[in-house]
């Protein structure tokens, strides 16, 4: 069965400073990846997803993740964090078209002027 | 932004009263889905909807019934709320397989079991 482990629950970072957000995922088959953002009050929008082809997937906001299929990690990365960034991430895994996606728990981002 | 909306958007209840939360689509997307949101767990699915009186389980569907008769609408049940149940619920929509992943999610709904 699949599961996703959002190794950190809150990552403060000063603004302009690079930031990176740990996803590692379980499964025994091929999988789909996704990253998914929510500000506060709100839904969730797709920040990026990775369904084949390159594994390096650019995403909105300046945001990409790499998907390495040895280490079964899909982390998240930015060079230079807003104020505007701050909100909560989702890392989710599916573990085909026909399967349903499975979120880790969220990571904090917080970032501060 | 996505015709997703859901309503209410809060809603304070008993112990063993029925709940209905509605979603609304505008996009005639195929596939809706309710989600529940509760700290460290993520989003949970509940149930879906492949079309028009199709539905099928989620990971956490007991004490919840979902209906959906037109295309636009998605109705989540909870038939004898519980106080396990206050979380916030969201209801989602996609046009492609359930693998791409939710393409739009709705504002969500704040629901408190007293």
């Known amino acids: 069965a699949q599961s996703v482990t959002q190794l950190d629950s809150q990552v403060p970072v000063f603004e302009e400073a690079p930031v990176e957000l740990r996803c590692n995922y379980s499964?025994?088959?091929?999988?789909?990846l996704f990253w998914y953002v929510q500000y506060p009050n709100q839904g969730l929008q797709l920040l990026l997803k990775y369904l084949s082809g390159s594994t390096l997937v650019k995403g909105i906001n300046g945001f990409e993740a790499e998907f390495n299929k040895s280490q079964t990690s899909f982390h998240l990365r930015k060079p230079s964090v807003h104020i505007s960034d701050t909100a909560e991430y989702f890392c989710?895994?599916?573990?085909?078209?026909?399967?349903?996606?499975?979120f880790g728990g969220g990571t904090r981002l917080m970032v501060k002027p | 932004d996505a015709g997703i909306t859901q309503s209410p958007r809060h809603k304070v209840t008993e112990t063993g009263t029925p709940v209905t939360l509605r979603c609304h689509q505008t996009?005639?997307?195929?596939?809706m889905y309710w989600y529940r949101q509760d700290p460290g767990h993520g989003l949970r699915l509940i149930h879906y909807s492949y079309g028009v009186k199709d539905t099928d389980k989620g990971e956490v569907s007991d004490g919840y019934s979902v209906s959906r008769s037109k295309t636009e609408d998605f109705l989540l049940t909870l038939e004898s709320a519980t106080s396990s149940q206050t979380s916030v619920y969201f209801c989602?929509?996609?046009?492609?397989?359930?693998?791409?992943?939710?393409?739009?999610f709705g504002d969500g709904t704040r629901l408190s079991i007293l």
């Open positions: 989710a895994v599916s573990e085909g078209a026909g399967n349903m996606l499975t």
């Open positions: 499964s025994s088959v091929s999988v789909y």
């Open positions: 989602a929509i996609s046009e492609s397989t359930p693998g791409a992943g939710p393409q739009h």
């Open positions: 996009e005639n997307h195929r596939y």
